[in-house]
């Protein structure tokens, strides 16, 4: 292969809002100051390693159509080699601050689990030699637990205790490498940890296996000294019928069951929320809530098709309303914005992977201004705050103190002859007041 994959692009900068040059930033101006800080450390963009090196453009009817020159040849481990060079070529190409891997994205699979970690050792080795260099840190590091068929009845769920155990050393060595090469978190994405039919499943030994799956892994981020994040990604099917990390609400109420409500957060995908039946500002805002918002999986769905396509974003609406509830949340301590995204399979030319990550870093960056502008205006604050103001008033606040009952508060109803007037919820007033900010 030739020793550049993008010969003639070179690095992308910021050439403002009026210029069409798809090789060019229009709204992804990383030294601008918004709210305070930084776009680019506002945004911590991540490209991911499966879908931009890794994946060959197949789908369920036909194999590859990109011939990557790294995907054709003998030593794979030479060809390992070169798709690194090629990830950093377009990280440089991007100047983005993170990226994002599983083990098996980066190394060949070897005949034992050795072999395997070994290789992913190796090309380890070489990503920690470009990053004394290259700007673009770690993200985050996963392990793959769903490809290979002995993953084919779960990981930590399956009935197997043998795959339960490989399951763990593969964790451990990808934890142990994710930790050595500063990566900011460590993400587990539990794709084949549910159930295809209740009729062969035990449930509840499941569950319990899972529970003490991540309770090994939060000890040995601890023995390691890793600061990093643990994040479970959740995702309610595909591949499985039904995966018990199903959205945000059911993946808290695994972590309490586990006892790990504090120590593990979330990575929440955009099409993953859209599959669970969500908008991607509602897990966004359920995770807040919760307090176990981590990080983003950057992406959208086909309206008209219920599978994960991970198509990068483009609807700078929708965008701005998960940015606002990003702000909201405080924005990302460790998390970032990882491009969990492909291109589609016609779309076989190298500058295509460059014009997509552009755009959606564009559409992004304009999303977070469109949303700083609703942070700053405050209006939707304030009748939010209005809406709820009944709550600061100290006999209503005692209602939902530990010592009030319903005999109390039923006496007060009586007492003060208490007849509630609804009010309007201003619903389309509010939506008018979001349409005014994309203007
Ligand atoms: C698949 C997931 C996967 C995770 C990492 O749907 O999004 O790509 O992000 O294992
Ligand atoms: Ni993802
Ligand atoms: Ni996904």
Redesign the pocket.
């Known amino acids: 292969m030739t020793a550049r994959f993008f010969p003639s692009i070179s690095k992308l900068t910021y050439t403002g809002p009026e210029s069409r040059d798809p090789l060019a930033f229009h709204w992804y101006d990383k030294d601008r100051v918004v709210l305070g800080k930084r776009m680019e450390d506002h945004l911590r963009f991540a490209v991911?390693y499966?879908h931009s090196f890794t994946w060959p453009g197949g789908d369920p009817f036909g194999g590859e159509t990109f011939l990557r020159p790294w995907m054709h040849g003998t030593d794979e481990l030479a060809l390992a080699r070169a798709k690194a060079d090629v990830a950093f070529e377009l990280f440089d190409i991007l100047d983005v601050p993170f990226f994002a891997f599983?083990d098996r994205d980066i190394a060949p699979e070897g005949k034992t689990l050795a072999e395997s970690n070994a290789n992913v050792r190796a090309i380890a080795d070489i990503f920690a030699k470009k990053m004394e260099t290259s700007k673009t840190k770690l993200l985050w590091g996963?392990a793959?637990l769903f490809s290979n068929r002995r993953f084919m009845s779960g990981a930590a769920t399956n009935p197997d205790p043998d795959v339960f155990a490989y399951s763990a050393a593969q964790v451990k060595n990808v934890l142990e490498v994710t930790h050595e090469l500063g990566g900011e978190n460590y993400?587990l994405?539990g794709?084949r940890e549910g159930y295809e039919t209740l009729l062969n499943t035990d449930l509840k030994r499941e569950l319990d296996q899972m529970a003490r799956f991540l309770n090994l892994v939060v000890e040995h981020k601890h023995k390691i000294g890793f600061k990093g994040t643990i994040l479970i990604?959740p995702?309610p099917q595909?591949p499985t019928k039904h995966q018990y990390d199903f959205d945000v609400g059911t993946v808290y109420g695994l972590l309490c069951r586990a006892g790990l409500e504090k120590e593990v957060k979330v990575?929440i995908?955009a099409?993953?929320a859209t599959l669970a039946g969500h908008s991607f500002e509602h897990e966004i805002a359920m995770a807040a809530a919760l307090g176990i918002f981590g990080s983003i999986?950057m992406n959208k769905g086909d309206a008209q098709s219920g599978w994960?396509t991970?198509q990068f974003p483009t609807n700078v609406e929708d965008t701005a309303l998960a940015m606002y509830e990003i702000l909201r949340a405080g924005g990302y301590t460790t998390g970032g914005t990882n491009f969990?995204a492909k291109v589609r399979r016609q779309s076989i030319e190298p500058e295509d992977l460059v014009i997509a990550h552009a755009a959606a870093m564009d559409v992004c960056a304009r999303a977070l201004l469109i949303a700083a502008d609703m942070i700053e205006d405050g209006a939707l604050q304030k009748a939010v705050d209005e809406r709820y103001a009944g709550w600061e008033v100290p006999a209503n606040k005692a209602m939902l103190a530990a010592d009030s009952s319903l005999e109390a508060i039923a006496a007060r109803v009586a007492a003060e002859g208490l007849d509630p007037q609804p009010r309007s919820g201003r619903q389309e007033r509010l939506e008018a007041l979001v349409g005014s900010y994309l203007r």
Request: hydrophobic content about 20%; proline content about 0%; overall charge negative.
């Open positions: 991911a499966w599983h996963t793959n993400v994405w794709g990604e995702k595909e990575n995908e099409n993953h999986d994960d991970d969990d």
